[in-house]
Nanobody, 120 residues
């Protein structure tokens, strides 16, 4: 079984910053691409940022230049540095990980989500 534990969310004023962390664990699993998605009430989850094991990154158009994703492969942990936050960035942010098991089965896993609220 894989566990994704997110932390770092909370309340921030417009223009402020937050850093999210997602630590992944699971015996017998190799963690490949990981990323962050967000969801607001009634909407589908949308990609915020992704990162491969080789550190190739991708970003949603609305966050390019303001958000930075990074990864520590030794800890199976990814980070999302979010700068210049605006109220429209308010959402539940979810960590996602793609894994390969020791029996070469590919799966995707989601964290429990962390609420980030941008408000004055």
């Amino acid at each position: 079984q894989v566990q994704l534990v997110e932390s770092g969310g909370g309340l921030v004023q417009p223009g402020g910053s937050l850093t999210l962390s997602c630590g992944a664990s699971g015996s017998g699993f190799t963690f490949n691409a990981m990323g962050w998605y967000r969801q607001t009430s009634g909407d589908q989850r949308e990609l915020v940022a992704s990162i491969t094991k080789g550190a190739t990154t991708g970003y949603g158009d609305s966050v390019k230049g303001r958000f930075t994703i990074s990864r520590d492969n030794a800890r199976n942990t990814i980070y999302l540095q979010m700068n210049s936050l605006q109220p429209e960035n308010t959402a539940v942010y979810y960590c996602k990980a793609a894994t390969i098991s020791s029996s070469l089965v590919g799966e995707e896993w989601w964290g429990q989500g962390t609420q980030d609220t941008v408000s004055s």
